[in-house]
């Protein structure tokens, strides 16, 4: 079993849909929750992190943690062509512990 | 501020050959990681530097794969021989000592084993 799962997709969604993406950790002691975004051919750039459960909102992403269930949520409002990426959750041990990626299209 | 650089930005090989890899993290970062991001997969941590000193590199193959940090600024990763299964991307990544949680990664260098 993997440290941390994530649907890999792809997703498609039209514009302006709330678009829901989720993983599942399985080691307890994780406190960092990250959101990465990922265009073709570049570096994972940090979107936002949360520390310890429950929500944090920056502009039109809500990140939500819930370490009873070990279970994490990226929500993106409003969503933009320009949000077409893959995300990749990430959780903080030595380094960062990686998700596989969702791969993300919004249409417009 | 200047982001992480790496270089070359790609590079193909044929198995059994050697390669390097150059990063240059964001100023004052003191924590630098080299991550493999294979086709499809998420990345997944090589070997961590604080300073010029190993943090962790117990997922490094260390019969083929090393690194070094000699003055805990730039940071080199080589490779020999290359396998076909080390095709990937190498992405090199910087935080602050304070924020691990808060890393920044480079362009990465996509890596083509023949």
């Known amino acids: 079993q993997k440290e941390v799962e994530q649907d890999p997709g792809p997703l498609s969604v039209p514009e302006g849909a709330i678009v829901s993406l989720n993983c599942t950790y399985s080691?307890?002691?994780?406190?960092?929750f990250m959101w990465y975004r990922q265009y073709s051919r570049k570096g994972p750039e940090l979107l936002m992190y949360?520390?310890?459960?429950g929500n944090k909102e920056d502009g039109r992403f809500t990140a939500q943690v819930d370490k009873s269930s070990k279970y994490i949520s990226l929500f993106i409002r409003d969503s933009q062509p320009s949000d077409s990426a893959t995300y990749l959750c990430?959780?903080?041990?030595?380094?960062?512990?990686f998700g596989q990626g969702t791969r993300l299209t919004i249409n417009p | 501020e200047a982001g992480v650089a790496q270089s070359p930005r790609y590079k193909i090989i044929e198995k059994r050959q050697s390669v390097a890899f150059w990063c240059n993290p964001i100023?004052?970062?003191?924590?630098l990681y080299w991550y493999q991001q294979i086709l499809g997969q998420g990345p997944k941590l090589l070997i961590q530097?604080?300073?010029?000193?190993?943090?962790?590199d117990s997922q490094l193959p260390k019969d083929r794969f090393s690194a070094e940090r000699l003055k805990g600024v730039d940071s080199t990763l080589k490779i020999q021989p290359a396998k076909l299964e080390d095709s990937a991307v190498y992405l090199c990544?910087?935080?602050?000592?304070?924020?691990?949680?808060?890393?920044?990664f480079g362009p990465g260098t996509r890596l083509t084993v023949l």
């Open positions: 100023s004052g970062h003191a924590t």
């Open positions: 990430a959780m903080l041990s030595t380094g960062l512990v």
């Open positions: 990544a910087s935080s602050s000592r304070l924020a691990p949680n808060e890393q920044f």
């Open positions: 080691n307890s002691a994780f406190q960092y």
């Open positions: 949360t520390y310890s459960s």
């Open positions: 530097f604080q300073n010029n000193g190993v943090v962790d």
